[in-house]
């Protein structure tokens, strides 16, 4: 298993995120002067390098600011790495909902937290993640952050989508937020074209990771920039109200789950903006030509009310 980088070029400082996508460590590049993410490909196996590069070629022309830069791809005695800016801060419901210390914490690893591929199910992994562990997130969301924080991620997403890809693995540990409250997409191992959908009457291969995935997902439908959006929404829904819409703790409940619409997130928790709770309900549809466009989420976002926005107003659960 490759977890170590032997290179002149980079000091690596330490390990900050390993999974089944790869294992990701602080270094410091010698040659650009700065610390930066430095991803290894943790078995070299024809299957994962195929993915690996995939991974990065898919972002490399790619540029935006709430979407990970990506650097270069090396191969050094046998071992693929590539490099990406690193980046200070917490993953999105770190940033948004801080944890209480009376947490209590669930039964963890949960066993459909997981990404699901044509390979066994492991962890993703986030580098950048500082809350982890299987806690319910207790103590509210902070309003006035999140608003700026959702409009970025918004416009990530849809730029990803009006460059012709898909995520497939939007969720909260692939979000950072940064110190300075720049929001940040990451971990691009399951991106795909999406022509590859389009192009094709087939159902594509069930990937993603089960609680964040939109119906036509777990159903093995095909998929549309629609099924990112969805993912959002469950992360919005968790954000204001500290649960996810859907149970999916086994088999049997995503199952039971099917054409079953989610709870409003104004039912689940007190002080929910009525935008927000609007919003989140529409990305929630279950039928995919019900929810919102990239384009409709970004002119609700833009146009929220300078009121809602108001710095320091929390919703609770």
């Keep these: 298993m490759a977890t170590t980088v032997n290179s002149e070029r980079f000091e690596i400082i330490r390990r900050i995120g390993e999974g089944g996508m790869g294992v990701v460590f602080e270094a410091h590049d010698r040659m650009r002067a700065a610390r930066v993410a430095l991803k290894t490909l ?99 969301c902070d309003l006035g952050r999140l608003r700026p924080t959702l409009r970025q991620l918004a416009e990530g997403l849809h730029t990803l989508h009006e460059a012709g890809k898909l995520h497939r693995d939007i969720k909260p540990s692939n979000i950072i937020v940064s110190n300075e409250g720049r929001a940040v997409i990451l971990d691009f191992g399951l991106v795909s074209e999406l022509d590859d959908f389009f192009a094709s009457a087939q159902a594509p291969v069930w990937a993603g990771t089960i609680p964040y995935m939109s119906p036509e997902q777990l159903h093995g439908l095909p998929l549309s920039p629609a099924s990112d959006w969805f993912a959002l929404g469950i992360v919005l829904f968790e954000a204001l109200t500290g649960r996810r819409p859907f149970a999916r703790d086994s088999a049997e409940a995503v199952a039971a789950e099917r054409g079953v619409e989610a709870p409003k997130a104004g039912d689940v928790a007190a002080g929910v903006p009525k935008d927000l709770e609007e919003l989140c309900a529409a990305l929630l549809r279950n039928e995919p030509s019900e929810r919102p466009s990239g384009s409709d989420i970004l002119a609700i976002l833009r146009d929220a009310p300078a009121a809602a926005r108001a710095k320091g107003s929390r919703a609770s659960t």
């Design 42 to 140: 943790p078995e070299l196996k024809p299957q994962s390098l195929s993915r690996f590069k995939h991974e990065f070629r898919s972002l490399v022309n790619i540029s935006h600011p709430n979407l990970v830069t990506l650097y270069e791809l090396f191969v050094e005695q046998n071992t693929w790495f590539f490099t990406m800016e690193f980046i200070e801060g917490q993953d999105f419901l770190g940033a948004l909902r801080p944890v209480s210390s009376e947490v209590l914490a669930l039964p963890s690893p949960d066993p459909l937290d997981t990404p699901t591929l044509e390979m066994p199910a492991t962890p993703t992994g986030d580098p950048f993640a500082s809350n982890r562990g299987g806690h319910r997130l207790t103590g509210g």
